[in-house]
C-alpha cells in the first residue's frame, strides 16, 4: 500500500513538472463550459478586448500611416513599443498569476500560460489613446473634450473587457493603466526629440537593429515556455523596422521629411466617398504586399536557421528555441515594418493612390 501511495505521489509530481514545461497540458487547457446569460456584455467586451491585440495594431496603425498622418503613426509605433516591452518584461519578473480557473472562466486560450501582472492589453489601449490625443491636440482641430472622451472610452473597453473575459484581476488592470501613465509623463519631454533622430546620423540603423535585438534577445528566462518572449520580438522588431524604415526614406530622400509640429493647425477633412474608396484601396494594397513580405522573410528565416542548427525542417519545438525564434521573429518583422514605411509607399505612388 505504501509502495503504491508513493508511486502515485511521484506521477503526480512528474505530471505537474511535466505542466510546467509545456510538455503536457495544463489542466486550464481543458475546454470549458459556459453559459452566456447577457449577449450584449458578451460580443461588447469580446469586440473591446480584440481592440487591445495584434488584429487590431496591424490594421490600425497601417492604415493610420498609409491615409492620415505618418508623423502620428510613428509616434504611436514608439510608444506601443517602449510600453509592451515594458509592460512584458514586468509579467516574468513579477510572475504574478492570472485568475484561477475555476472561480473565472478564461475566454482566451492563447496567451493563458503568460504571467498576468501587468494587463499588456490595459497597458496598450492607455498609451495608443493618450498618445493619439496628446500628439493632435496640437496638431488638428477638434474639441478637445471630445478627444478626451473618446481616449477614456476606448481604454476602458479594453481595460473591463481583461477582467469580463477571466484573463486578468483588477489589480493587473490598474497597474497596467498606472505604469503606463507613468511611462507617458516621463518620456513626453523627449518625443519631440525621438522624432528628429531616425535621420541624425548614417549610424543611427545600427543602433536601431543592435539594440532591439539585445533587448529581445536576453529578455527575462520564464520557467516554462509561453508566447510572451515571441509576441515581445514582434513587437520590438516591428517598432525596429518603422524606424528603420523611416530613416531609409529621409536619408535617401524618398519621401519629405514630416515636421514635427505644424505652423497653422489643420482642420480635420470630412469624410468622403472617393476619400473613403481610395483609403480603403491603399490599405488593402498594403496589406496584402505586407503578408506577402512576412511569408517570404520568415520561411527563408527559418530555413537559414534550421540548416545552420541542423534541425529538422518543420519542426515546431525547435521554433521556440532561444537561438531560433529570437532571430527569426526578429528579422520576419523587421522586414514588415521596412515594407510599410518605405515600399508600401513607393507601391502606393507607382499606382497612382497618393
Known sequence: MAELLRSLQD??????????????????????????????????????????????????LPFMHWNIDPYLSRRLVMIWVLVMYVGQMAKDILKWPRPSSPPVVKLEKRVVAEYGMPSTHAMAATAIAFTLLISTMDRYQYPFALGLVMAVVFSTLVCVSRIYTGMHTVLDVLGGVLITAVLIILTHPAWTLLDCLDSASPLFPVCVIVVPFFLCYNYPVSDYYSPTRADTTTIVAAGAGVTLGFWINHFFQLV????????????????????????????????????????????????????????????????????????????TYTSVGICATTFVPMLHRFLGLL
Not at 282 to 304: C, D, E, T, W
Not at 310 to 329: D, F, G, H, M, Q
Open 256 to 331: 519629405s521629411k514630416p515636421t514635427p509640429s505644424l505652423s497653422v493647425i489643420q482642420n480635420i477633412p470630412p469624410l468622403t466617398t472617393d476619400m473613403l474608396v481610395l483609403g480603403l484601396t491603399k490599405f488593402m494594397v498594403g496589406i496584402v504586399l505586407i503578408l506577402l513580405v512576412r511569408q517570404l522573410v520568415q520561411n527563408l528565416s527559418l530555413q537559414v536557421l534550421f540548416s545552420w542548427f541542423k534541425v529538422v525542417t518543420r519542426n515546431k519545438e525547435a521554433r521556440r528555441r532561444l537561438e531560433i525564434e529570437v532571430p527569426y521573429k526578429f528579422v
Open 11 to 60: 506521477s503526480q509530481l512528474v505530471a505537474r513538472f511535466q505542466r510546467r514545461c509545456g510538455l503536457y497540458p495544463a489542466r486550464e487547457a481543458y475546454v470549458e463550459k459556459y453559459v452566456v446569460k447577457n449577449y450584449f456584455y458578451y460580443y461588447l467586451f469580446r469586440f473591446s478586448a480584440a481592440l487591445g491585440q495584434e488584429v487590431f495594431y496591424i490594421t490600425f
